[in-house]
């Protein structure tokens, strides 16, 4: 009879994992527990139920701190709608240089809405810009009850420069966007969005 450790060596195909077994043949007496042909070996280790418990206490300490993030749905809907006003901000850059037409950003205190000029390069901010993919509504969103913004009309030029609606003057200063407590920066002469 081979022993344990010969058999484990020459394991037949579709046992993979023979050596966490030994061969045992069925005997009378107080044998080790069978399970068909083979049984598990006497050595095994697992889990101390001191090593559990600790375990579950990390894990409750964890939850303790991290849920409350988790119930404050106000940060993450200041962070998504943040992220979409910086979004349409860009894209409004590079609507302006891939068209050659001043292309604003009105964003008022609760919403954004992109516009171009009429006649391209002048006449009023009337025109709305559709939503890309062959919208038929315009480029426009709406802040979340609770989220504010800050209020401010500003238009990117055909070189993708950011300008003062009110005065067309290029901004010279960066241009920070609050909405609730985060904020979307504007720099000037580049009209990088971050």
């Known amino acids: ?3 344990a450790n010969e058999q484990t060596k020459r394991a037949p195909i579709g046992r993979p994992f023979l050596s ?5 043949g069925v005997r009378s007496d107080s044998g080790p527990i069978t399970f068909g042909a083979y049984a598990f070996r006497h050595n095994q280790s697992g889990f101390t139920l001191i090593e559990l ?12 701190v ?10 993450f809907l200041e962070w998504g709608f943040s992220d979409e006003v910086a979004e349409a901000l860009r894209f409004s850059q590079k609507m302006a240089v891939a068209t050659g037409c001043d292309t604003q950003m009105a964003i ?4 954004y809405q ?28 709406t802040a979340p009850n609770g989220v504010t913004l800050t209020a401010i009309n500003i238009y990117f ?17 960066s241009t920070a966007i609050t909405i609730g ?10 009209g990088y969005v971050h």
């Open 1 to 3: 009879m081979q022993t």
């Open 20 to 24: 966490l077994y030994r061969r045992v």
């Open 53 to 64: 418990v600790v375990v579950l206490l990390l894990i409750g300490v964890l939850m303790a």
């Open 66 to 75: 991290g849920m409350p993030r988790f119930f404050n749905q106000l940060t």
């Open 108 to 111: 008022t205190a609760n919403s």
């Open 114 to 141: 992109m516009n171009q000029r009429v006649n391209c390069n002048s006449g009023t901010f009337t025109q709305s810009v559709q939503v890309p993919g062959g919208g038929t509504t315009g480029y426009a969103g």
């Open 157 to 173: 030029d055909s070189l993708g420069r950011p300008r003062n609606s009110a005065t067309n003057a290029l901004l010279t200063a």
């Open 181 to 190: 407590s985060r904020s979307v920066t504007i720099e000037p002469e580049t």
